[in-house]
T-cell receptor
Framework: EAQVTQNPRYLITVTGKKLTVTCSQN?????MSWYRQDPGLGLRQIYY???????DKGDVPEGYKVSRKEKRNFPLILESPSPNQTSLYFC??????????FGPGTRLTVT | GQQVMQIPQYQHVQEGEDFTTYCNSS?????IQWYKQRPGGHPVFLIQLVKSGEVKKQKRLTFQFGEAKKNSSLHITATQTTDVGTYFC????????????FGKGTLLTVNP
């Protein structure tokens, strides 16, 4: 089954404790992207990747890192999480940025 | 930077009524996409519009792209309870075809 998977689905952590949210797709898509969704703000793009080893900033990249060492994986790294990074995070993939397939989401709480 | 505005923010309708959401960009868009997100779910791609003045239909859904390619609309005819969710438009931004800016969405609720 074609899908985008994210882990973990739920995470509660403390300020400053490094964490990684994994994202994997099995559709051989070149394009992958991370978004955060906050009430009243809609979806905002954090980082995107056009292909392996090619990444670029979205609208809200501060406090986040990504890497794209393999085509199927695109982890999101928070080196020192802060409470304002409490959010619902979605990973997505697509042949390009069109018709993106979204993962189920990761709900992150930073206390 | 580029802004994509959607109105209304919320819309409540009786089942069977029509619904329209509008999307306006501060800059000309090369294309625009529409997504639907059910409550508690993830966004699902609906359609992409590319041409000026383009109109596309998917059953009861009609999508339009403005002549100036700065606005778009999604119209649902005779809403059903299955149409409940948030509808987002999205367009390329920052001069890149790979960077995407979403509108804040319109939450549609349908009273059966």
């Amino acid at each position: 089954e074609a899908q985008v998977t994210q882990n973990p689905r739920y995470l509660i952590t403390v300020t400053g404790k490094k964490l990684t949210v994994t994202c994997s797709q099995n559709m051989n898509h070149e394009y992958m992207s991370w978004y955060r969704q906050d009430p009243g703000l809609g979806l905002r793009q954090i980082y995107y990747s056009m292909n392996v080893e090619v990444t670029d900033k979205g609208d809200v990249p501060e406090g986040y890192k990504v890497s794209r060492k393999e085509k199927r994986n695109f982890p999101l790294i928070l080196e020192s999480p802060s409470p304002n990074q409490t959010s619902l995070y979605f990973c997505a993939s697509g042949i390009n940025r069109i018709e993106q397939y979204f993962g189920p989401g990761t709900r992150l709480t930073v206390t | 930077g580029q802004q994509v505005m959607q109105i209304p923010q919320y819309q409540h309708v009786q089942e069977g009524e029509d619904f329209t959401t509008y999307c306006n960009s501060s800059t000309t868009l090369s294309n625009i996409q529409w997504y639907k997100q059910r409550p508690g779910g993830h966004p699902v791609f609906l359609i992409q519009l590319v041409k000026s003045g383009e109109v596309k239909k998917q059953k009861r859904l009609t999508f339009q792209f403005g002549e100036a390619k700065k606005n778009s609309s999604l119209h649902i005819t005779a809403t059903q309870t299955t149409d409940v969710g948030t509808y987002f438009c999205a367009g390329p931004s920052g001069g890149s075809n790979y960077k995407l800016t979403f509108g804040k969405g319109t939450l549609l609720t349908v009273n059966p």
